[in-house]
């Protein structure tokens, strides 16, 4: 079976977005960030002193501006830094292997070579190696959608 994908700039970005703050640690975080924001504008002190001390609004935009920026940034500059990222990408997958080939790459990853494959509502992530992973739009597959889950759970993901 043949497929053909291609992920756009703001489309990584809002991928890559939505699975970084839907973590644990990032939800806490927010949280966090929230209640020390209304504990320096309530003027809620934590620990007892006479005023809320200016480090609550500080770590509050931390956690909720500036970490959520330095991220975002980080992410642009990955997608601008690495074109495979936006290449039309050709994936072919057969008994043996998954087949990739793009504008200026071609890899064969046996099905033993592949981690992991996860499943969201619109994506399947594909893992091969711990910092590695494709990201295949459902809408791609058309008709052949079943076809891919079948495959894939004959090969044990």
Same mark, same amino acid.
């Given at each position: ?64 501006? +500036?970490?959520? #920026? %330095?991220?975002?940034? @980080? ?9 495979? !990222?936006?290449? $039309? ?42 910092? +590695?992973?494709? #990201? %295949?739009?459902?809408? @791609? ?9 079948? !495959?894939?759970? $004959?090969?044990?993901?």
């Amino acid at each position: 079976m043949k497929i053909q994908t291609q992920l756009f700039a703001k489309e990584y970005l809002n991928l890559m977005m939505g699975i970084f703050f839907k973590r644990p640690v990032f939800i806490f975080f927010g949280i966090l960030g929230i209640i020390l924001l209304f504990c320096f504008f309530l003027g809620w002190n934590i620990e007892g002193t006479t005023s809320t001390p200016i480090y609550y609004l500080l770590l509050a935009l931390f956690l909720l501006v +500036v970490n959520p #920026f %330095i991220f975002y940034r @980080a992410m642009k500059k990955q997608i601008y830094s690495n074109p495979e !990222l936006t290449e $039309k990408i050709t994936y072919e997958f057969t008994e043996k292997q998954m087949k990739l080939t793009g504008e200026t790459f071609t890899v064969e990853i046996p099905w033993e070579n592949i981690k992991k494959i996860q499943e969201n509502k619109n994506w399947f992530f594909i893992q091969q190696v711990q910092k +590695v992973m494709n #990201f %295949i739009p459902k809408s @791609a597959f058309g008709n052949n959608l079943d076809e891919f889950k079948t !495959l894939i759970r $004959k090969k044990g993901f």
